[in-house]
């Protein structure tokens, strides 16, 4: 490890231990060397613990499943109306048809 000045040393080895900068898998060493270039770590949350990540990932993963299914119930919505309006169409359709053969008894129905 290098030699720095005591006050060096004493001041950014104190910031290096209040804010737990192992955590961010920094050495102090690493610290000393260049503070500034881990400043912004100072304030940011610390990084997951393996089981956190792995909580953390199967819930976005239950959160999509979610979503796709969401997205699948709203595309047989969509479906179901579409064959409810294609019925409501065809009933239309076959009642002028019943309409024109009640007008005309002798001619038939041209599909």
Same mark, same amino acid.
């Given at each position: 490890m290098k030699p720095y000045p005591t006050a060096y040393l004493e @001041?950014? *080895?104190?910031?290096? *231990?209040?804010? #737990?900068m192992h955590?961010?898998?920094?050495?102090l060493e690493q610290y000393l060397a260049e503070p500034t270039r881990y400043?912004? #770590?100072?304030? *940011?949350?610390?990084? #997951?613990?393996?089981?956190?990540? @792995?909580v953390r990932v199967s819930l976005?993963?239950?959160? @999509?499943?979610?979503?796709? #299914?969401? @997205?699948?119930?709203?595309m047989v919505r969509e479906a179901k109306e579409m064959e409810a309006a294609k019925a409501r169409r065809r009933a239309r359709l076959a009642t002028r048809g019943m309409a024109k053969v009640l007008a005309f008894p002798n001619k038939q129905p041209t599909p």
């Open positions: @001041r950014h *080895a104190a910031d290096y *231990a209040a804010a #737990l955590k961010h898998n920094v050495t400043e912004h #770590l100072l304030t *940011a949350p610390f990084p #997951l613990l393996p089981a956190q990540t @792995r976005i993963n239950d959160e @999509r499943h979610q979503e796709t #299914l969401a @997205r699948l119930e709203q």
